[in-house]
């Protein structure tokens, strides 16, 4: 098959092209970013740059519908934020799209949206308020004492403020209708993360990882599956209930007496793709809906070792865990290096040249910008 990718920035696209191409498929990849992660793999055989799908959607999709029709792509897996703009106009495009319509992506990936839709279904999740006005976070402090804030829309936690003094988060919110936040009542306990491949509601392939060394706030840039039936339970009716095809990621919360709390949900390509990939079956859970659900085989730690180094050291010589950091980092595998493939890894530091210089340009954070051109906000 003639396989098309977005988003090559991603160490997860750069792990699906590698895999899609072990399993004797044509991948393609398509992305605005000059210089990406992905561009110099050996797993590629051509790179288009498009237009950014944020700033120039039309043009991004009509740069689309050409490198299908040129190339006759069979199939076309959004990896990053650019998923949203790809699902908006899926139905332009001459081959099958592996995502949902922007509609049902809203319903997840809206934070509000998503709270209301998993409590219908009886899930577990913190008890959440919409806020929208300054009465609104009053409120929310004279319910909880102590409380989180994050934007309905936004990623990586890169907003979000964890246990802020009042005063502090009513001089940070921007507070009206069309921008609303969310509050959440803090849990104390053990982040995990998860990621699952999906068809028709049933879940083909799903890694648990926790997350322990972050880029940022939200960001796990450290990789190691974990077993945990409750979450895997979890996911799986909320896929079912939703009838979800797509790539799907969610981040819980495990209180210390092991109950379980979704905090948000990302319905694209996540780092769980890294702990995967070395399954036999990893490709066939993309094209194959009846594949009984696969998980990893391998028991590895794997991380991102630039990432390790440029935000994982700091935080961990801040918070005197420079012992766990040093047996962390010497007992990982780096995801990107590849013997076969050496080229990505030996030339990412391009890709966060052009982050930190675009983070410059807008005073905005290098997480920030690493989806300053494909993230997508609500906007219609």
Not at 131 to 137: E, G, K, V, W, Y
Not at 232 to 248: E, L, M, S, Y
């Amino acid at each position: 098959m003639n396989i098309l990718l977005t988003g090559g920035r991603a160490p997860a696209a750069l792990e699906l092209a590698r895999a899609f191409h072990g399993a004797g498929h044509t991948v393609f990849m398509a992305e605005s970013l000059r210089g990406h992660l992905s561009q110099p793999s050996a797993a590629i055989k051509a790179n288009f740059v498009v237009p950014a799908p944020r700033q120039e959607q039309d043009a991004f999709i009509i740069a689309l519908k050409k490198i299908i029709e040129q190339n006759q792509i069979d199939l076309l897996i959004p990896t990053c934020e650019e998923i949203f703009h790809v699902a908006m106009r899926r139905d332009e495009l001459p081959c099958k799209v592996f995502t949902e319509s922007i509609q049902k992506l809203d319903q997840v990936h809206n934070k509000w949206n998503f709270i209301v839709n998993a409590a219908d279904y009886g899930l577990a999740m913190p008890e959440t308020m919409l806020i929208t006005s300054l009465d609104n976070l009053l409120h929310a402090y004279a319910h909880w004492r102590e409380l989180v804030l994050k934007p309905m829309y936004s990623r990586f936690a890169s907003q979000t403020l964890i246990l802020p003094p009042l005063r502090e988060a009513s001089s940070t919110l921007t507070l009206h209708s069309n921008a609303p936040w969310v509050a959440q009542g803090y849990i104390r306990g053990k982040e995990i993360c998860t990621y699952s491949i999906c068809h028709n509601g049933r879940i083909t392939a799903h890694t648990a990882y926790p997350s322990t060394f972050t880029a940022g706030q939200g960001a796990t840039i450290v990789f190691q599956h974990i077993d945990h039936s409750a979450i895997f339970n979890w996911v799986k009716t909320f896929v079912a209930k939703n009838n979800f095809t797509g790539q799907i990621a969610f981040d819980f919360i495990q209180n210390p007496e092991g109950q379980i709390f979704a905090l948000e949900c990302n319905p694209r390509a996540t780092s769980g793709v890294h702990l995967l990939a070395s399954h036999p079956q990893f490709v066939e859970a993309f094209l194959n809906p009846y594949l009984n659900c696969i998980f990893p085989i391998d028991s590895n730690s794997h991380m991102l070792s630039a990432a390790m180094l440029i935000y994982g050291l700091p935080t961990a010589l801040k918070k005197n865990n420079v012992r766990q950091w040093l047996k962390t980092f010497f007992a990982s595998n780096d995801v990107i290096l590849n013997y076969t493939d050496p080229l990505p890894f030996l030339l990412q530091f391009r890709s966060l040249l052009a982050y930190w210089k675009l983070a410059r340009e807008k005073k905005i954070s290098l997480i920030e910008a690493s989806t300053f051109d494909i993230e997508w906000n609500g906007e219609r």
